[in-house]
């Protein structure tokens, strides 16, 4: 069964740090765009940061310069490090892939579970 599995997030002060990590698990056949996006109470779901093939990344213009996300091509995992926080980066963080499951199959889109990432002093 592939899915995506989430780890990491909890609490943090204002300007602390937290890290993401997202395995895509099982037997795909190739995983492409990996990305993370977030949903804080009351807001639509938005896109924190995406990284593609060849490592070319793409942010969201309020985390640019303070989160990083890279990727273990090798595990298709990705991550996610969030520096220097506030408050407003409280959120559920949840990790999507696009993904083949086999050779022959369509490309599906994956979520993770979601995350719990709060920050406040």
């Known amino acids: 069964q592939e899915q995506l599995v989430e780890s990491g997030g909890g609490s943090a002060q204002p300007g602390g740090s937290l890290r993401l990590s997202c395995e895509a698990s099982?037997?795909?056949?190739?995983?492409?765009?990996m990305a993370w996006y977030r949903q804080a109470p009351g807001k639509q779901r938005e896109l924190v940061a995406e990284?593609?093939?060849?490592?070319?990344?793409n942010y969201a213009d309020s985390v640019k310069g303070r989160f990083t996300i890279t990727r273990d091509h090798g595990v298709n995992t990705v991550f996610l490090q969030m520096d220097n926080l506030k408050p407003e980066d409280t959120a559920v963080y949840y990790c999507?892939?696009?993904?083949?499951?086999?050779?022959?199959?369509?490309?599906?889109?994956?979520w993770g579970q979601g995350t719990q990432v709060t920050v406040s002093s």
């Open positions: 099982g037997n795909f056949f190739s995983v492409g765009v």
């Open positions: 999507f892939a696009e993904g083949w499951p086999s050779e022959l199959a369509p490309k599906r889109d994956y």
């Open positions: 990284i593609r093939l060849h490592s070319v990344t």
